[in-house]
């Protein structure tokens, strides 16, 4: 039986679907893909299985990676840590337009998202298994869309032109202030930066909701090369959200 709390996340999933199908993108995006249109199976498995009534711990990326969550339709969804640790693997179809040198395989990719495996790899060594993670915490991003330019390079929503920057939060800030409305956090945890100042807009100085980051797992970033692991366990535990 799916929970009251995953069937609202996922009817307020469908209505951001929708509505950020409708967007137009100037320069520098040239390529949009939105995997909550062709891997919905995966979103709507990954939500119905593991959404909480309620979590303590909401942690929140960015947008889907190229490797990740692109490819399996769940967040930072590195193809073998939803196949094998969350036990999901459902038919992922093609969006409508598709770069040449982005081609969406589904679970049949061969790359590996590195940000996914670094953070559902910790995880999986902290808890064990899903339920043990799942019973207090859920992770989601901020933004469902994956952003190219012409060479099929990534573009991250923090370099879209501001006024399309504008359209995209105003849709994507109604999906996050609804999503915590219905999970209820007590701690709001940024995966990077720019999903932090997500929240912060979103909550407003007078929430009482703990607000804080660990550091992006991206291997882009020399510091997240550096035991990504240790240091974001140790943010963790300075911002409260893990105690032991």
């Given at each position: 039986m799916m929970s009251d709390s995953a069937k609202r996340l996922l009817r307020i999933a469908d209505e951001l679907r929708k509505g950020v199908s409708k967007l137009k993108f100037r320069t520098p995006v040239a390529w949009v893909y939105n995997p909550l249109d062709y891997a919905w199976l995966s979103y709507q498995s990954y939500v119905s299985r593991y959404a909480p009534a309620?979590?303590?711990?909401?942690?929140?990326?960015?947008?889907?990676?190229?490797?990740?969550?692109?490819?399996?339709?769940?967040?930072?969804?590195?193809?073998?840590?939803?196949?094998?640790?969350?036990?999901?693997e459902e038919k992922v179809a093609k969006p409508p337009k598709e770069h040449p040198k982005?081609?969406?395989?589904g679970f049949a990719c061969k790359k590996s998202e590195v940000s996914g495996k670094r953070l559902w790899g910790l995880f999986a060594l902290r808890f064990g298994n899903p339920s043990g993670f799942f019973r207090e915490h859920f992770v989601i991003n901020y933004c469902p869309l994956v952003f190219m330019d012409e060479s099929a390079r990534n573009v991250t929503p923090d370099k879209l032109q501001r006024e399309d920057a504008s359209a995209l939060h105003a849709l994507c800030d109604r999906h996050l202030v609804q999503t915590?409305?219905?999970?209820?956090?007590?701690?709001?945890?940024?995966?990077?930066?720019?999903?932090?100042?997500?929240?912060?807009?979103?909550?407003?100085?007078?929430?009482?909701?703990t607000v804080s980051k660990?550091?992006?797992?991206?291997?882009?970033s020399p510091a997240a090369?550096?035991?990504?692991?240790?240091?974001a366990t140790e943010q963790l535990k300075i911002a409260g959200v893990w105690t032991d």
């Open positions: 309620s979590c303590r711990v909401l942690f929140l990326g960015m947008n889907p990676g190229p490797f990740g969550m692109a490819q399996t339709g769940v967040p930072f969804g590195e193809i073998a840590a939803v196949r094998d640790w969350l036990e999901i982005r081609p969406i395989e915590i409305e219905v999970l209820k956090p007590q701690y709001a945890v940024g995966v990077g930066a720019f999903a932090e100042s997500c929240f912060q807009r979103t909550l407003g100085a007078n929430s009482k909701i660990i550091l992006h797992p991206s291997p882009a090369n550096r035991n990504w692991a240790g240091t």
